[in-house]
């Protein structure tokens, strides 16, 4: 597509509920990425994939957060069990580089989530 | 892994007058340093970057300079217009194959005129 995909644009769930965002990069990105951003804050790293591969999780908060990836494509990311301070925007982003030196990412609009 | 500060958190700047962020990283073989400029609601874009093998670019009114002994890095907006105002942020990315970019808390640059 034109630019990075992301749905829903909005999700309000209640605690304890299970949500699923989701990230269509550009084709042919092999770089994919998950940023948390609370209001006003920056962008926390959460998950970092080289295709369908995760050498970078370290940014994920807990067991509750979960990711992957098909292939070079479509990417989920998870949140079991939602707790009030899950609420953000997610945002996810995509670069053509991948192995190497990091390229340029390009985000998506975010999903922004919020827990009651 | 990497941890990237950021300073100041806020910046208030007039029309037309210079404004500079600074930040530093942990990771001594970090190579690449972007910055990424977000306006309120929007998504954040790529305004300049520079690699471990430059001390200096510049682009326009934008320029950033890297001291990789020290293992800082600055911003550098001359010559600032109300446009200008939005969030900066810094990142920096490990040198291993693998490893993510990851960006310093931000700076809200305000301009006025």
């Known amino acids: 597509g034109a630019g990075v995909s992301q749905s829903p644009s909005n999700k309000v769930t209640e605690k304890g509920k299970d949500v699923e965002l989701r990230c269509d990069p550009i084709s042919g990105h092999t770089a994919l990425y998950w940023y948390r951003q609370r209001l006003g804050q920056g962008l926390e790293f959460l998950i970092y994939?080289?295709?369908?591969?995760?050498?970078?999780k370290s940014g994920l908060p807990s067991d509750r957060f979960s990711a992957e990836r098909t292939g070079e494509s479509v990417s989920t990311l998870t949140i079991q069990r939602t707790q009030q301070e899950d609420s953000a925007v997610y945002l996810c982003?995509?670069?053509?580089?991948?192995?190497?030196?990091?390229?340029?990412?390009?985000f998506g609009e975010g999903s922004r989530l919020t827990v009651l | 892994g990497e941890n990237v500060e950021q300073h100041p958190s806020t910046l208030s700047v007039q029309e037309g007058d210079s404004a500079v962020i600074k930040c530093t990283y942990s990771?001594?073989?970090?190579?690449?340093f972007p910055w990424y400029k977000q306006e309120l609601g929007k998504r954040p874009q790529l305004i300049i970057d520079i690699r471990s093998n430059v001390g200096e670019k510049k682009d326009q009114r934008i320029a950033v300079t890297l001291n990789k002994t020290a293992k800082h890095f600055s911003l550098h907006i001359t010559e600032t217009q109300p446009e200008d105002s939005a969030v900066y942020f810094c990142?920096?990315?490990?040198?291993?194959?693998?490893?993510?970019?990851?960006f310093g808390k931000g700076t809200t640059l305000s301009v006025s005129s």
């Open positions: 982003a995509s670069s053509r580089l991948a192995g190497g030196p990091v390229g340029e990412l390009f």
């Open positions: 994939f080289q295709g369908n591969s995760a050498p970078d």
């Open positions: 990771d001594s073989a970090s190579n690449y």
């Open positions: 990142a920096a990315s490990g040198g291993q194959a693998g490893t993510a970019l990851i």
